[in-house]
């Protein structure tokens, strides 16, 4: 593993993603997680915690999902500055399951087919389907 403190631009981090083996999102919360779905375009196998946003396109079939237990939200940012008041919770990631899953992607016959998935999904979020929805959805709504 090697960390990289710097922000990249577009091309470095296509160029990133793509020089990859695998991508690791061991998270407690997230929203959308874009770089999630970065990594599915690239073909990457993904071990993730499956859990808020990214459920709505990442599943047992295109990931490696890492189990997690549900605990109320803890010291953070969000708890110190904001006025959280409907008792949210986070994904505490299980460390067993994060060695399990990134084993798994080593080991796995399967993690080409699985990255495949996982590509195939990341090509339905293209900006032409994306606008289709949309514009399916506002005809819908109005």
């Not at 997230?30 to 459920?55: R, S, W």
């Not at 067993?96 to 996982?118: G, T, Y």
């Amino acid at each position: 593993m090697e960390i990289k403190p710097k922000f990249f631009t577009k091309t470095e981090l296509a160029d990133l993603y793509l020089s990859a083996d695998a991508f690791f999102a061991p998270f407690r919360g997230e929203g959308f997680a874009i770089n999630i779905l970065d990594a599915f375009a690239a073909g990457l196998p993904v071990a993730m915690t499956l859990y808020g946003g990214p459920t709505e396109y990442a599943n047992s079939a295109n990931c490696y999902p890492i189990a997690h237990d549900l605990i109320p939200v803890g010291e953070c940012y969000d708890a110190q500055y904001l006025k959280i008041r409907n008792a949210p919770h986070w994904a505490e990631p299980n460390v067993q399951s994060v060695r399990e899953q990134l084993r798994k992607i080593v080991e796995d016959p399967m993690r080409f087919q699985v990255a495949q998935k996982a590509r195939e999904t990341a090509d339905l979020f293209n900006w032409e389907a994306t606008g289709k929805k949309l514009l399916r959805l506002m005809r819908e709504l109005f």
